[in-house]
């Protein structure tokens, strides 16, 4: 769909749907700068997917809590960008999950620069929508490269370094996602609960704990389509959140994310491992997705 009727259908959206003003403001704060607490203090933390949204939260979580962290993303500018504002003990490497060098050598710097792993949060993702016979196979294979064969390739390399730590825990972004033309993403995200089940059976007894976060629709630019001007995301956001989260009618900030894939990793959740955790506003319980009307195609 164009802008031009994407904006019509924003226009539709924002007269029909009243969202009441204290829904658009999220009600958790916002994550201090430095937390109190340091609960990370002296830790090790691997993330990828750390260049925007979920992740960069994470990233930045993670540091306020005092951790040492080693993230990825393609978009180097961004990666700088990040670790420059947050210390020595961030460091950025360009790196793409779907390339087994390129995830080695993430691995090895995390190796070189601190000499140990504690937490990796396998969180780089892309999401492709189109029904099965609209979508073209690369970007069918897009997804799942990056979404499945990514995580594989992720703790593939890091489970030797965890186990030489010490043990740890993996913990990967998965998803509930039942959104329309979601048949790549979807069987993705699926995927990534069935390698967490394996991987926690084959290492839970050498001390490495594997779950998955599944978190419900989160304000990144995952889901925003680009090209969008503020003005009309803000509208569609408003509108999807009654339609979609019964319970808290809104989407999640990336920061609520992050808290929540702190709390996962910390020792508060030290004898769980092998689930899936949905962290939603309220569950979408099987649902479809409904998307406001106009809400355009992300391609
Ligand atoms: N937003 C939601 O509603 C939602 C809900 C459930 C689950 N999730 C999951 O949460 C995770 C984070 O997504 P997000 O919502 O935060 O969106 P986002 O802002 O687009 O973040 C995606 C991250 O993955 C990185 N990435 C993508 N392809 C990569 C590749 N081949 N190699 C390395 N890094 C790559 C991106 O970095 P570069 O582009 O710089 O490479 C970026 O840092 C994803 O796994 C997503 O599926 C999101």
């Known amino acids: 769909m164009g802008l031009a009727a994407a904006a019509t259908g924003a226009a539709a959206v924002t007269a029909g749907t009243t969202v009441p003003a204290y829904l658009r403001t999220p009600p958790t704060a916002p994550l201090p700068a430095t937390a109190p607490s340091g609960r990370f203090g ?45 210390g020595r003990d961030v460091r950025y490497v360009r790196a793409d999950v779907r390339v087994p060098s390129d995830v ?11 000499g140990r792993l504690d937490i990796a949060v396998n969180n780089a993702g892309v999401s492709r929508t189109a029904p099965a016979h609209e979508m073209a196979l690369d970007q069918f294979d897009e997804v799942l490269d990056t979404n499945v064969r990514g995580v594989f390739l992720s703790i593939k390399h890091e489970v030797p370094l965890l186990l030489r730590s010490g043990g740890g825990v993996i913990l990967c972004t998965s998803s509930e996602s039942r959104r329309p033309g979601g ?52 509208a569609f956001r408003n509108a999807w959140g009654p339609l979609n989260v019964p319970a808290l009618a809104r989407m999640a900030t990336p920061d609520e994310i992050a ?29 479809k997705m409904t998307m406001p009307p106009g809400f355009p195609d992300q391609g």
């Open 104 to 114: 080695a050598g993430l691995v090895a710097e995390v190796d070189r620069a601190f």
């Open 259 to 287: 808290r929540a894939i702190l709390a996962l990793c910390s020792d508060d959740f030290g004898y769980m491992t092998g689930s899936t955790v949905l962290v939603g506003g309220s569950p979408l319980s099987g649902g």
């Open 42 to 86: 002296g830790q090790v933390v691997l993330v990828t997917g750390g260049t925007s949204g979920i992740g960069e939260a994470a990233v930045r979580a993670f540091a306020a809590e005092g951790a040492s962290v080693v993230f990825c993303g393609r978009r180097e500018h961004l990666g700088r960008d990040i670790a420059r504002s947050l």
């Open 183 to 234: 048949v790549a993403y979807s069987a993705s995200k699926q995927a990534i609960q069935g390698i967490v089940d394996a991987v926690a059976l084959d290492y839970g007894s050498r001390g490495i704990r594997v779950n998955a976060i599944a978190p419900g629709t989160t304000d990144t630019a995952l889901v925003r389509p680009p090209g969008l001007p503020d003005a009309m995301w803000e």
